[in-house]
């Protein structure tokens, strides 16, 4: 069982780094804090060389300072190891612990989040920092939760890594033969004859890098890089599960964490095994429709247990300075991501960070305490008017998930299938196209979750899946008992085509689907972005289409709609299969929003699926446990009238018709 985080009070604060500033500044902000309702402080997060100054010298009386300021204040601590920022004198000690990127280029000692994840100097070092940590904090109840290293980032390709990878593919495959034939090795006659042949697959072994550093778009043996990205998440799970280890021989019911930001190719739901509760970090951008940042919230709650609260662990309360173009949030908007969160399922509005860092890259962040010092400023009183609201939220809607009963297929591992091999589209980004099918249920105020292929299908109704292309036998079992036993699936083009080792299913695609299904893909085209087809519904309707043009032959299926042009003019493009107690729908291109819409609406129709409630177009209704979320998305003041007279938990009191000013919201029950 996941251990979970029981809180007396959505958490509200931040990062906080005090290693920053003098002491005499400490007392200061901790006034301020207390004035912006601030009650948990993450601590630690870059102070490795603060905590081990050198080789085995610990000095833990700075964090005891600040501890005890903050504690004497009421405000709890959310503890981080320190681990995603070595000191310079480990790297001087061993410079195999600076990763080596997918160039071939070892890095040298500078930004945080370069070290190798395999490097036995680091695993040590980190074994002995995090164990001192716990067993001088073991007995500090003020600590909430410990957050393990820090946002995961870019893969290594040093020479001990490549040598680890052997292992653990022999570990795997057993033997040479059976990984030569599953990954069909015999083409271009790059067989190997031992384990030992294999090389990390960088720019130097292979045809063309992406320019993220992340993966392939053209590999020669797609298999050997969507194993070395599954390697990979292995060895971050592992650096998690040892930190979590070192703190638990101390702090028995410790509950650990990572922020998760979801960049490159990890794994984000295996690495969660080895941790107790899942945390997100969330920085939506201004002009991103709000379905966005929605999508990661719905995929947060997924992560352990389905539909299982989470920690927000980071936001910005204004710039993110990394942005190309640094906007300020405008008024009302840090309450409205934040609120926004928790309608999702989050437990916690914390921001990075609490004081403006003085110098350097996050100089221009947006910070709860600005340069100013005081709290004077628009944005320290929409936090206080914040931290209020939050004061105000009944404890036991921490416990409450959004118990939809849809949910759409966003899964880390096929996201490496679809991604990485050569495909007849070169640029093809798996989110996206799970996004494009997501954005329906967003704006029609239906709750979803947002899933892996091996989680729970039952509690479902529906269960969309764009684009399983790269799909485990074992998992269209899941699908078919899904729809054998009354479910609605939704597959697309490009999906049913190779097995977990990049192998092609023969016999006709969609493969293991092709039953469900009922219709095989006999051609599958490709089109740019300016060519376009179009879709014609047998019920008169008609959309634009484009993108993969899936050419069907049907077998049990019934066609639901036909293409408008092309050689395959007036040939099926989406199709219908009942199947057991179910039914599959087959969406065979790409349809335009406006037919993304039509083929859902029919969907949802006929699953009796129902929007939590009717809203003008600017607001979003979710629904977490009994309490009903308004957000207003707009800069313009909104009336929406409520179906029968609810209680307004902010403003207490009951009412028929909320009013919503600009990026504003109510919770009501
Ligand atoms: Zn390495």
Known sequence: MPKSLNLDKFLFGGDYSPEQWSPD??????????????????????????????????????????????????????????????????????????KTDIKGRKFKYGVRERFCPTSVTYIDAVKR???????????????????LNNELS????????????????EA?????????????????????????????????NE???????????????????????????????????????????????????????????????????ALDVISLDIYPNRNDPPYEACFNLDIARNFKEQDNPFIIMEMTPNHASWAPVCHTKRPGEVARIAINNIAHGANSALYFQIRRTPAGFEKFHGAMISHSGHLDTRIAKELQQLSSDLRKLP????????????????????????????????????????????????????????????????????????????????????????VSNGGCLVLTYYSGYTDECDYMYLGGQPGPLRQIAGLWVEELDALSAKEKNTIRFTDGYVCESGWMCDVLRLESAKPLAYYGSDYYKDSPCLT????????????????????????????????????????????????????????????DETIVKLPNTMHDILENNDTCSVSLKANGYAILK
């Open 207 to 273: 045809l063309y890098v992406d320019v993220d550093g992340a993966g392939f778009d053209l590999d020669s043996l797609p298999t050997e890089a969507i194993e070395y990205a599954r390697f990979m998440s292995d060895c971050c799970e592992n650096l998690f599960a040892i930190e979590s280890e070192c703190i638990r021989r101390y702090i028995p019911d410790a509950i650990c964490t990572n922020n998760y930001q979801f960049r490159d190719r990890f794994n984000y739901h295996t690495i969660a095994r």
């Open 576 to 635: 219908e299969n009942y199947y057991g107690k179910g039914k599959c729908i087959y969406i065979g291109t790409k349809p335009d929003d406006g037919g993304v819409d039509h083929i859902l609406d029919m969907v949802v129709k006929e699953a009796e699926l129902v929007p939590v409630m009717e809203t003008p177009k600017s607001v979003s209704a979710v629904k977490r446990g009994p309490y009903l979320f308004l957000i207003n998305f707009s800069e």
């Open 25 to 98: 500044v400490w007392d200061k902000d901790i006034e301020l804090m207390q004035d912006l309702g601030v009650n948990a402080v993450t601590l630690n997060v870059h102070s490795w060389i603060f905590d081990e100054p050198s080789d085995g010298v610990f000095d833990f009386s700075w964090l005891d300072g600040i501890i005890a300021k903050l504690k004497k204040s009421g405000i709890g601590i959310i503890m981080a190891t320190g681990t995603t920022a070595p000191p310079s004198w480990l790297y001087n000690k061993d410079n195999d612990i600076l």
């Open 395 to 482: 404890l036991d809607m921490q416990k409450y998930g959004l118990d939809a009963r849809v949910a759409i297929i966003h899964d880390w591992d096929e996201k490496l299938g679809v991604e990485i091999p050569c495909s007849v589209q070169k640029n093809i980004d798996y989110t996206r196209e799970v996004k494009h099918y997501y954005r329906y249920f967003n704006e029609k105020n239906i709750n979803i979750d947002v899933i892996s292929l091996d989680q729970d299908f039952s509690r479902y109704s529906v269960i969309i899946a764009p684009v399983v292309c790269m799909l485990k036998k074992e998992y269209a079992e899941s699908f078919d008992s899904f």
């Open 172 to 204: 795997k495959y057993k033997n040479i033969d059976t990984l030569n034939r599953r990954w069909c090795t015999a083409m271009w006659g790059r067989c190997y004859t031992s384990f030992d042949d294999i090389v990390a697959p960088t720019e130097l």
């Open 154 to 169: 870019g893969f290594c390709y040093c020479e001990h890594c490549e040598k680890e990878f052997r292992k653990w593919l």
């Open 129 to 147: 920092l995090v164990s001192k940590l716990a067993e001088h904090y073991a007995g500090e109840k003020s600590i909430l939760l410990w957050h």
